[in-house]
């Protein structure tokens, strides 16, 4: 089994690169020059979920971990980089019609008269960024480790992050006064000084997520085709001959699980940047779920699949819930119910079986070059000899 996981050369992705530099294209340059500010900082809203669908791919694709709960560590990623902002846009002189100025709003209101001990540190970009990251991830470990050591799996494993989303939510509504309840942490205006809220700066914005998307992708190729991406296959298909290998099967979930809340968080981080407030609608069971039906509908065995499910399940909620928005709830179930029964490999498993035959040869006639027949060859060298010569 060693051996076998041992075998292969990490990063052969030919394919998967070229796939990357077409989707790159594609939001960095098409995009933008297709849509006005206000639909694309809507992409750039879509592209922010496409964290958590990478990180499914590697938790639930790659390792067969299914997490209904992933909308907790985008929640929270968002959660930490809107505590900064909103410190930043509450200081004394910004806030000196309330009976404690210095302090958010909301704590303003629910008659708090100092900012709480958990909210300081909060006042550093640097804390605030390594916090986007580390607190989700720790969360996650904690969540893992009493989980998989106890081997805790499969459908029970689902429904326990299931009903981890639906606690936090209940928490984040109940402490209003430091959390900003059911409305979250709203009006944020500004980044050290630079207005998030201007067209200009959506536009930088846009840009900046998806580079950081671009390069998650690029990190999560890297895993998939290193050691490590080989063994939770394994994982995913022989667990049992994993475990006798010798491979302590617990480890490598838990790391797969909090590389998957890190990105999700990035995402959720992005998203406050993009939109401009974070609140507890995106932290619950029915964000959870819709986030595992991007990855779904795109393709739970591909990276770029997840990225193009994201953006067309979003299009599609935008577009049906403008116009239908009663239908909207049915549709996406009509859609989930559809990829689990006719495409369960998703959009990437039907260009795999469609369309990628016809692209490899396509590719093979381009780079066959016939030979030219050796008689004209020849004849083209040595001038033919008549019978007088």
């Given at each position: 089994m060693k051996q076998a996981i041992q075998s292969g050369s990490p990063f052969r992705v030919t394919g998967e690169m070229a796939g990357v530099l077409l989707l790159a294209l594609f939001i960095v340059v098409v995009l933008p020059l297709g849509l006005d500010t206000f639909r694309l900082n809507m992409v750039g809203k879509y592209l922010?979920?496409?964290?958590?669908?990478?990180?499914?791919?590697?938790?639930?694709?790659?390792?067969?971990?299914?997490?209904?709960?992933?909308?907790?560590?985008?929640?929270?990623?968002?959660?930490?980089?809107?505590?900064?902002?909103?410190?930043?846009?509450?200081?004394?002189?910004a806030t000196k019609i309330q009976s404690t100025p210095g302090i958010p709003d909301f704590m303003d209101w629910n008659q708090l008269t100092a900012l709480p001990w958990f909210w300081e540190p909060f006042h550093s970009l640097t804390f605030s960024v390594v916090a986007v990251v580390a607190v989700p991830a720790l969360l996650a470990f904690v969540v893992g480790l009493a989980m998989f050591k106890r081997r805790v799996g499969g459908v029970y494993f689902a429904i326990i992050t299931q009903a981890f989303a639906a606690i936090l939510?209940?928490?984040?509504?109940?402490?209003?006064?430091?959390?900003?309840?059911?409305?979250?942490?709203?009006?944020?205006?500004?980044?050290?000084?630079?207005?998030?809220?201007?067209?200009?700066a959506k536009l930088v914005l846009y840009f900046v997520n998806a580079a950081l998307l671009i390069g998650c992708i690029l990190l999560c190729l890297y895993v998939r085709h290193s050691k490590l991406g080989r063994i939770l296959v394994a994982l995913r298909d022989k667990e049992d001959r994993v475990r006798f290998s010798g491979y302590d099967v617990a480890n490598f979930k838990i790391f797969v699980f909090c590389f998957a809340a890190a990105l999700s968080a990035v995402g959720g981080a992005m998203f406050t940047l993009q939109v401009g407030f974070m609140s507890p609608s995106f932290v619950g069971i029915v964000p959870s779920?819709?986030?595992?039906?991007?990855?779904?509908?795109?393709?739970?065995?591909?990276?770029?699949?997840?990225?193009?499910?994201?953006?067309l399940v979003n299009w599609a909620k935008t577009l049906l819930s403008e116009s239908f928005p009663e239908l909207w709830l049915f549709a996406m179930g009509a859609l989930f119910i559809g990829v689990v029964m006719v495409f369960p490999n998703g959009l990437a498993g039907l260009y795999q079986q469609y369309l990628a035959p016809h692209v490899k040869r396509a590719l093979s006639r381009?780079?066959?070059?016939?030979?030219?027949?050796?008689?004209?060859?020849?004849?083209?060298?040595v001038p033919p000899h008549t019978a007088a010569d």
């Open positions: 922010t979920y496409a964290f958590v669908a990478l990180g499914l791919v590697l938790c639930w694709g790659s390792a067969g971990i299914l997490s209904l709960g992933q909308g907790i560590f985008f929640g929270l990623g968002g959660y930490c980089m809107a505590m900064f902002l909103k410190l930043e846009a509450s200081s004394p002189e939510t209940i928490l984040i509504v109940g402490q209003q006064g430091y959390t900003g309840g059911i409305n979250g942490i709203t009006d944020l205006r500004t980044l050290k000084g630079w207005d998030i809220r201007t067209d200009e779920i819709e986030m595992v039906i991007y990855c779904a509908v795109g393709g739970r065995l591909s990276l770029l699949g997840a990225v193009y499910g994201t953006l381009g780079r066959t070059i016939a030979p030219a027949p050796a008689s004209a060859t020849t004849s083209a060298i």
